[in-house]
């Protein structure tokens, strides 16, 4: 998405409505390393219908299929899960 709209309550408690500007995400720092050049948000499920979404370089992040990436953590777990299952 582009951009979005959010709504907030200041301290008096009054409601404002704020632009966020969702653009650019070559910006996005990642969540890892902290360079200022993640490309990809992680696919992993964490409900249903949402995904962890944490920005990943392109050093920090797992290509795991077509469309998907897995950042450091749910790459970790995922693999840690089948190694679980693979064994078990
Ligand atoms: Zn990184
Ligand atoms: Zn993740």
């Not at 998405?1 to 959010?6: G, L, S």
């Not at 720092?29 to 490309?39: I, L, Q, S, T, V």
């Not at 370089?57 to 790459?75: E, K, L, T």
Request: charged share 30%; proline share 8%.
């Amino acid at each position: 998405m582009p951009c979005h709209w959010i709504r907030f309550k200041d301290k008096d408690g009054r409601e404002h409505v704020a632009h966020v500007n969702m653009a650019a995400p070559r910006k996005r720092r990642c969540a890892f390393c902290g360079c200022p050049d993640a490309k990809a948000l992680c696919d992993y499920p964490i409900a249903p219908g949402k995904t962890c979404d944490k920005p990943c370089c392109s050093n920090c992040r797992q290509h795991v299929g077509p469309d998907r990436d897995y950042c450091r953590d749910h790459w970790d777990f995922a693999s840690r899960e089948a190694q679980g299952r693979l064994f078990a």
